[in-house]
Nanobody, 126 residues
Framework: QVQLVESGGGLVQAAGSLRLSCVAS????????MAWIRQAPGKERELVGA????????YYSDSVKGRFTISRDNTKNTLSLQMNNLKPADTAVYYC???????????????????WGQGTQVTVSS
């Protein structure tokens, strides 16, 4: 069974940084478009960043643009999210996800992603 496993979450003060990592259990997942998606308590899921399988195409939501950077190392089966200048509003569970069915470089639609990790908690204190 294919798996994605996130790590790197934790508690950080506002304006601090964290780096999330997501390791794929199979090399085949690294040929797919991938994304980071978050969900805060009582709120809908939000796609914050997406990246094509080659890494050449990226997307960021307006809420994180300029502060977050998505990247991937396909040789290490790893997807990353560098988060800088964190704000309390960034507090959420962060999931990495992959799309096995997407036709195209990447997607900003949550419904495109069908393989999800278990999530890692990020808490930003003010």
């Amino acid at each position: 069974q294919v798996q994605l496993v996130e790590s790197g979450g934790g508690l950080v003060q506002a304006a601090g940084s964290l780096r999330l990592s997501c390791v794929a259990s199979e090399r085949s997942l690294m040929t797919l478009p991938m994304a980071w998606i978050r969900q805060a308590p009582g709120k809908e899921r939000e796609l914050v960043g997406a990246i094509s399988w080659s890494g050449r195409d990226e997307y960021y939501s307006d809420s994180v643009k300029g502060r977050f950077t998505i990247s991937r190392d396909n040789t290490k089966n790893t997807l990353s999210l560098q988060m800088n200048n964190l704000k309390p509003a960034d507090t959420a569970v962060y999931y990495c996800a992959a799309s096995r069915y997407l036709v195209g470089a990447l997607s900003t639609s949550l419904n495109s992603y069908d393989v999800w990790g278990q999530g890692t908690q990020v808490t930003v204190s003010s």
